[in-house]
């Protein structure tokens, strides 16, 4: 008997809510990590029963029954799938404590190292010592045992480079743990476990995601207000245009339809902005009016200095603020820049290739079949400044996949040599613009 696939679901809160004295049906984001937590104490408790069951589960039980149990059966399968379901509250960010700061040394990270911090975090708990030591304030044990669980994601893929392991959030989906006030179904939370279950051999291991997005060190971002101005312009003025443009049509329809796609980091939680927020959550009064005057205010703000430009996701990523070691030499640099490289490479160019090739089979078999290769607009030729590179990808009529192949090659290989900008590629965002144009090339 062989395993292919293994899915740890098994997590419970490690606290006791008295949703009733909440007020409302579940905390925030920020009540959880915010200023409110201390305020919440009495109405999130935890006794060290409960503290102490909650790693149990959710850490030493995916230990126990992954590494002890299951691993000898999947590693009987040539290709091979484990995926912890873990949070966004695991993250090491939302942990001041000296007692974690193990958990944020990639390299060194040993099993021994994670049962370390979890046990030195109860002996806290024993001690009612968690707010001195610097843990969480409320649902301490659970944020600490899915930074645990993150932390053996990594650990995991190092002992079994042969299976692809990774951790994901499904998202705020609704269970009990938030008394069902969610706002993803059970099937929308599955996206994201699912993906990682069926994802292609070659695909990455021991990252942790939320949904389908890597989660990591927070990269630092430079803003500018004609930036944020041409943002806006695309992602909302845009579609208030074209939609406008469009109506007279769709209402010639008995069952017309519009949909819009947003972003998961569209949600008003990640916005600190408290009449912002007030102003777009009420749905009853909410007017075209009312949201312009709010992106009208945001720029003006910006252009002001009012805003905190730090963390806001369009802009330009400073790439020698993320992820290195500034006390490396140029060398140790320039090797992680090739390493995200080729597996973003790997991932959005040659993973949909893989894909595509073992399912073609199957396409042919259906009258009508067709494929979708989700690209960006980040892939068109007119980001590559190289004139050798625009032509051999822009001359439609002569394009194989081994002229496609060689110009991925011929990248990965200027990068290794740090001749990226010299040689005429993009110098932000290099590896997912050209992954992009060459796919759009496979197309």
């Known amino acids: 008997m062989e395993l292919r696939f293994q899915v740890n679901n098994a997590a419970i809160s490690g606290s006791n809510t008295d949703w009733k004295a909440l007020g409302r049906p579940s905390p925030t984001y920020d009540d959880i990590v915010g200023e409110n937590a201390k305020k ?3 109405v999130v408790k935890q006794s060290y029963e409960e503290a102490e069951a909650c790693p149990r589960t959710n ?3 995916v230990k126990l029954v992954t590494t002890q149990e299951l691993v000898p059966l999947l590693e009987l399968s040539d290709s091979t799938r484990i995926v912890n379901l873990s949070s966004i509250l695991g993250q090491l960010k939302l942990i001041a404590s000296d007692g974690a700061k193990e958990l944020s040394r990639v390299e060194d990270l040993t099993e021994e190292k994670v049962d ?3 046990k030195g975090y109860l002996e806290d708990v024993k001690e009612d010592s968690i707010d001195s030591k610097g843990w969480p304030t409320i649902y301490s044990s659970y944020i600490v045992s899915k930074a645990a669980l993150n932390a053996y994601t990594r650990v995991m893929a190092k002992m079994y480079p042969k299976i692809y392991i990774n951790a994901v959030s499904p998202g705020y989906v609704k ?12 099937e929308e939370g599955a996206k994201g476990p699912v993906r990682m279950a069926l994802m292609p051999d070659g695909g990455p291991s021991g990252l942790s995601y939320d949904q389908i997005e890597v989660v990591g060190e927070k990269p630092k971002f430079k803003q500018s207000y004609k930036m944020a101005e041409a943002c806006l312009r695309t992602n909302y003025y845009g579609v208030k245009l074209v939609t406008r443009e469009l109506i007279a049509l769709l209402e010639l329809s008995d069952s017309p339809r519009i949909i819009n796609i947003s972003s998961t980091m569209g949600q008003l939680q990640l916005i600190p902005n408290k009449r912002a927020k007030e102003e777009l ?4 009064r909410l007017t075209e009016e009312k949201v312009d005057t709010v992106v009208k205010e945001f720029l003006e703000d910006l252009k002001e200095g009012l805003v905190n430009n730090a963390g806001v996701i369009n802009g330009v990523i400073d790439e020698g603020e993320v992820g290195y070691d500034d006390t490396a030499g140029e060398m140790a640099k320039f090797i992680r820049s090739y390493k995200k490289a080729e597996a973003c490479l790997r991932t959005n160019y040659y993973g949909v290739k893989q894909v595509t090739q073992e399912l073609i089979p199957l396409l042919e078999l259906s009258d009508t079949p067709r494929i979708v290769n989700v690209s960006s607009t980040m892939g068109q030729l007119q980001l590559i400044p190289s004139k050798r590179v625009k032509k051999e990808l822009g001359d439609v009529e002569g394009l194989t996949e081994e002229k496609v192949d060689a110009v991925v090659k011929e990248f990965l290989q200027e990068v290794k040599e740090g001749l990226v900008e010299s040689k005429g590629w993009p110098s932000s965002y290099t590896a997912y613009i050209v992954s992009k144009a060459a796919l759009n090339a496979y197309t």
């Open 40 to 42: 919440l104490k009495d």
């Open 59 to 61: 850490y030493h039980g």
């Open 116 to 118: 370390a911090v979890v």
């Open 175 to 186: 269970t009990d743990l938030n008394n069902h006030d969610g706002v993803l179904t059970v």
């Open 281 to 284: 959550s009420d749905v009853e």
